[in-house]
């Protein structure tokens, strides 16, 4: 069926198997037109408005595979349409006048929506399923390493002692929220549509109220309340619901890359024999598959521009705007299939460097502990007299590149209160992790 390839919604070249090349594939595509046009010829026949004959041999050629891709792909070029071509086409291939019945009192845009909208549903559906198995191996994780003492940095920046559990916490926390964003949507993205030429339903009167509201039901899509051919907001939610979740993925995709790297080396994507991370330096081992997840992140953010774009649709119709929606459509839920999909592979493989972590923990020898030491300090002089002394000592030893522990003592003001022992016991990471671990329970639970 590769003639029909032309049909597919564009997806570019993303890790995306399950969306990209099942879900919105040109047969995929195709079919489901089909089969938006063969459930109406169910309901109208219930409703007796076409012979239940002719519902019946639509509906038993409802079947992409029977359908000639080379009359197709001429009748394309003939019309230029993209509905046309396919109704003459499936007309075609039904017995009797059952084809005279095919779209009968609809128009191209109702047939469209619809079955983009359950091709949407279904990429939307398996991302979020991705979402919340990824959402559960995060949680797995952070449960693992809650009392991993490791270095938190703000600003790239070694700032106090956090525990690996609790980073991974929150990007659960952030998970949970973007799953709850594309389960609180579901209902109000996914309508249908069967509205006729403009929107009034003119061509049934006085059976497409009826007619509309079976259809839905049929096809498992909510009946909206008026015609939405202009009206793209549901499509711009769920192209931003998943773009918001690319760019969480992304955050964890950037953590990780970013602990790779050699002189951290606190994290890393798995490894196996075989695994080549560069064509000249056989050393490397990069970190491609985090460095991909960014890269679609990044490129889901310029989705949400043509999305807005199509909201400035005119009057009852633009062809203008809907033109901009199998792409931007398209890209959002591929790079949020490939996004979750790679995010998937490498926290099942995810290395935790132990070594690497502890190492870090000293490097600046004790510095990030001038919290800790002010605050034991400010007993004695004041919370800000306490900051002024230890930003005087800490700046010194930076900038004279000495022992932090050895200014501290040399100090009268400190080394006066403070023994190497005490030094020892502030310094220590393990006592200066607040309440990591209770955030971890809070967010993850101390249990699967």
């Known amino acids: 069926m590769a003639g029909f390839e032309g049909r597919s919604l564009s997806c570019g070249g993303f890790k995306s198997e399950d969306v990209a090349r099942r879900i919105f594939g040109g047969e995929n595509t195709i079919q489901t037109q089909m089969d938006v046009e063969a459930a109406l010829a169910r309901v109208q026949a219930r409703l007796g408005v076409i012979p239940q004959a002719a519902s019946d041999e639509i509906n038993r050629k409802c079947h992409v595979e029977l359908l000639d891709v ?19 086409v499936y007309a075609g291939i039904c017995d009797g006048d059952a084809g005279e019945y ?25 991302i979020t399923e991705k979402a919340v198995r ?11 390493y809650k009392g991993l003492v490791m270095m ?12 690996l559990g609790f980073k991974m ?13 594309l389960e609180g949507s579901r209902d109000r993205i996914f309508v249908g549509s069967f509205f006729g030429a403009a929107g009034t339903l003119a061509s049934l009167e006085e059976k497409g109220l009826d007619i509309k509201r079976e259809l839905m039901r049929e096809l498992g899509l909510g009946d909206a309340r008026i015609m939405w051919f202009t009206s793209r907001d549901r499509l711009v939610e769920l192209a931003s619901n998943l773009c918001i979740l690319a760019g969480t993925l992304g955050r964890i995709g950037n953590e990780v890359y970013n602990g ?71 890209r959002a839920c591929c790079l949020a299939d490939a996004a979750v999909s790679r995010t998937l592979v490498l926290m099942e493989d995810l290395e935790v460097h132990e070594e690497g972590i502890r190492r870090n923990l000293d490097l600046l020898g004790g510095l990030v502990y001038a919290e800790a030491l002010m605050m034991r300090l400010s007993g004695d002089f004041g919370r800000l ?30 080394g006066g209160r403070l023994t190497r022992s005490d030094l020892d016991e502030i310094m220590n990471p393990a006592h200066y992790t607040g309440l990591a671990e209770h955030f971890v329970d809070a967010v993850v639970g101390e249990e699967d």
């Open 70 to 88: 080379e009359e197709y792909n001429r009748q394309y070029r003939i019309t230029n349409h993209p509905l046309v071509c396919l109704i003459r």
């Open 102 to 126: 095919i779209h009968f009192g609809t128009t191209t845009q109702d047939i469209m929506d619809t079955a983009r909208m359950l091709q949407l549903k279904q990429a939307y559906e398996l």
């Open 134 to 144: 990824l959402r559960g191996r995060i949680a797995e994780l952070a449960r693992r």
């Open 152 to 163: 938190g940095r703000t600003n790239d920046q070694q700032a106090l002692p956090i525990t």
């Open 169 to 181: 916490a929150t990007w659960a926390d952030e998970l949970d929220r973007s799953i709850e964003r």
């Open 260 to 330: 790779q790297r050699s002189e951290v080396d606190e994290l890393a994507e798995g490894f196996k024999p075989g695994k080549v991370g560069s064509s000249t330096m056989p050393h490397k081992r990069n970190p491609f598959i985090p460095g991909e997840i960014v890269s679609y992140a990044r490129l889901a953010r310029s989705v949400m521009v043509d999305a807005l774009s199509s909201m400035e649709g005119t009057n009852e119709r633009d062809v203008r705007t809907i033109g901009l929606e199998n792409e931007f459509l398209a």
């Open 385 to 414: 007299e306490a900051h002024e002394i230890v930003y005087e000592l800490a700046q010194k030893a930076i900038s004279e590149n000495l022992s932090f522990r050895d200014v501290l003592l040399a100090d009268s003001r400190v």
